[in-house]
């Protein structure tokens, strides 16, 4: 006999805890320009977004975990002197989540969508990669967070793909170079390149279903960013290259049938038969999202 074992909490409450933690520490410790009110303003349009989409769309419970992720993820990344801009790219964020969908997912995830809108049509909008500098303490902290995150969530493939590959990038750019290996292992260390991988390309909601499309994605994404960092010399190449690429997850999704994923049954994607848009329902029977009005709405 084999007793039950403790039940599993919803993976998202591990990641509103863990961003909430480098939020306090970037405004405590590392003094980030974020004051409690735009923290505040920054929330309550996610929040509020969140509601009201959860009453035109009619689904059965207001559910804040996601729409708290995101605008803990804006007030850490995004940079912004207008309170207004603040509250509109939470809007934005949460916004996408209902209009821009494929087959009962999310096409972008939501935060990075909302920063690079903000940051790409207006002047008023910037990410800064140096606030949290590049030293080992964060660099530690992100990741133990993050690797957290990512293993509660049954996604730490598409972090590490990315990751890995990024730094392999990083290292044959150096050698071409001729520069010492403290220039890629410099680079590898900030803490906003450590933030995307474990708390962005991560999101279940928005990469592949199947893991070997979760590789290729994260592998994809990190070609992308060293695109956009060292040919175009734009900073933010994870945010750009993530943008980008993200249309392409329904593709992949077609190509790699998986298992599609809910926040209370975190699974790796095992492969599946038949129709790659079918995913399971509790019981082990088929259901076809698209048959579901607003199902996994979160």
């Known amino acids: 006999m084999t007793l039950p074992g403790p039940p ?23 003094e980030f320009p974020v004051t409690p009110a735009r923290v505040a303003i920054t929330v309550a349009a996610a929040l509020g977004t969140q509601a009201l989409g959860t009453r035109i769309w ?10 708290l992720i995101s605008a803990v993820g804006l007030c850490i990344l995004l940079r912004t002197s207008t309170p207004w801009l603040a509250a509109a790219a939470a809007a934005i964020a949460i916004g996408s989540k209902f209009l821009l ?11 990075n969508l909302a920063i690079a809108l903000v940051v790409g049509l207006t002047d008023q909008a910037w990410f800064s990669p140096a606030l949290w500098g590049f030293g080992p303490t964060v660099a530690f902290l992100v990741a133990c967070l993050g690797g957290l995150v990512v293993n509660r969530a049954a996604r730490s493939d598409v972090a590490f793909a990315f ?55 994260g ?24 943008v980008v690429l993200s249309p392409l997850v329904p593709l992949l999704d077609r190509i790699f049938p998986g298992q599609r994923y809910e926040w209370t049954r975190p699974t790796a994607g095992a492969p599946v ?11 082990g029977r088929a259901l076809d999202p698209r048959r579901v009005l607003g199902a996994g709405r979160a």
């Open 219 to 242: 592998a994809l994404a990190a070609f992308g960013a060293a695109f956009v960092a060292f040919v175009l010399f734009k900073p933010g190449g994870p945010i750009w290259s993530l």
């Open 8 to 30: 599993r909490l919803d993976p998202r409450l591990y990641q509103v805890a863990s961003l909430s933690t480098l939020l306090l520490y970037g405004i405590l410790y590392l």
């Open 163 to 217: 990751v890995l590959t990024y730094a392999a990038l990083l290292f044959g750019r150096a050698a071409w170079l001729g520069q010492p290996w403290s220039v890629p292992v410099h680079q590898l260390g900030s803490g906003v390149l450590l933030q995307f991988t474990f708390f962005m390309i991560s999101d279940p909601k928005t990469t592949p279903d199947a893991r070997a499309a979760r590789v290729l994605f």
């Open 101 to 111: 969908r494929w087959n009962g997912k999310h096409v972008f995830n939501p935060t």
């Open 273 to 283: 038969k038949g129709d790659a848009h079918e995913t399971m329902v509790p019981d």
């Open 58 to 67: 009619r689904l059965p419970a207001f559910d804040p975990w996601s729409a």
